[in-house]
């Protein structure tokens, strides 16, 4: 089977690398060369998107978002456009499920099959290929195409028709989200009332307050390292599709529209290519403290 790889960007970049690794034949593509020559240099091939398209039997992507994804695919020269009958398409970016059906519908005209496949992990799963699938789509599609995605991840679930994945994964991200402000706040109120933030991670990390989350973030908060990661523009990006989600089945998203607000305050703030785990800073900026040094 050959596989085309569009977008090797933080993600995208080791999700490729484990594919060459369990003995695909991969192209790939990506706007930027280095990143390009550097799958070259691991193995495997550089193509034009038109070449990917005429020759690959499924094409993957993993760029930031659903406008990203129409374009690569849906554009004018967009890759559906060289892609035969039969073949599939498979996104494993984060985008807004109500696209994810928009493109799955144009592609389903020109027989080509989709699954919205997006993960959770961030990159040092991506690198270690212990991501969390979540997707949707045809279970026969999903079937056959499972042993492609367990090349990089670990945990790879058909959460239902097209579109469910994304939608799972914005359930994720709220998550995430919620968790990190929620951390954010206790750990600013630990440290302003005089008890150490390393101390009161260790007492109760193992406790019920104690989440993925709070071991991956919570180290970073305290030792001021807001290096990405997930950056608060695509944590934005995320939300602002939850919302868009959210309006059109009339879901209630009171605490997503709050910490919304503070992701955007950051960004305002020159703070959007931080580690989502930066919205410690927002607290910084309401109470005049650090959680870290
Ligand atoms: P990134 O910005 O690091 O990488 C995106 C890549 O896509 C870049 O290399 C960019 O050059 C490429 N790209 C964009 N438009 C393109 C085009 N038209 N043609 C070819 N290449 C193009 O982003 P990332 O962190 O790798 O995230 C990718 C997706 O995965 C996003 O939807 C994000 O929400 C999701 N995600 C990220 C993480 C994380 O921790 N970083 C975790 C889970 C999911």
């Known amino acids: 089977m050959k596989i085309g790889f569009i977008g090797l960007g933080i993600m995208g970049k080791p999700m490729a690398k484990n594919l060459l690794k369990a003995g695909y034949d991969l192209t790939v593509n990506d706007l930027v060369k280095e990143a390009v020559d550097e799958l070259v240099a691991a193995g495997a091939k ?14 993957m992507t993993m760029v930031p978002n659903s406008p990203q994804v129409k374009e690569i695919m849906l554009g004018e020269h967009g890759v559906a456009n060289y892609m035969r009958p039969g073949t599939t398409f498979i996104d494993m970016s984060s985008i807004n499920p109500i696209a994810s059906r928009e493109i799955a519908a144009a592609l ?39 042993p ?18 994304n939608t799972t994964k914005l359930a994720n991200q709220i998550i995430v989200a919620l968790n990190i402000a929620a951390c954010s706040e206790a750990f600013t109120l630990a440290k302003m009332a005089g008890v150490d933030p390393q101390l009161v991670f260790q007492a109760i990390r193992g406790g019920l307050a104690g989440s993925t989350v709070m071991d991956a973030k919570v180290p970073m908060m305290i030792e001021g390292n807001f290096k990405p990661g997930f950056k608060i523009d695509l944590h934005i990006k995320d939300l602002n599709n939850a919302l868009e989600c959210g309006h059109a089945v009339g879901a209630p998203l009171p605490l997503t529209s709050i910490v919304q607000d503070f992701l955007y305050n950051l960004h305002k703030d020159g703070r959007g290519q931080d580690d989502h785990s930066s919205i410690a800073n927002y607290y910084a900026k309401l109470s005049g403290i650090n959680i870290g040094k």
């Open 46 to 59: 550089a193509a034009s998107k038109e070449e990917i398209g005429r020759t690959c039997d499924l094409v």
């Open 148 to 165: 492609v995605l367990s090349a990089m991840g670990s945990s790879v679930v058909l959460c239902g028709d097209i579109g469910a994945g």
């Open 108 to 146: 389903a005209e020109k027989g080509i099959e989709m699954l919205d496949a997006p993960v959770s992990g961030g990159e040092p799963k991506a690198i270690d290929g212990t991501l969390s699938f979540m997707v949707g789509g045809k279970k026969e599609v999903f079937e056959k195409f499972k």
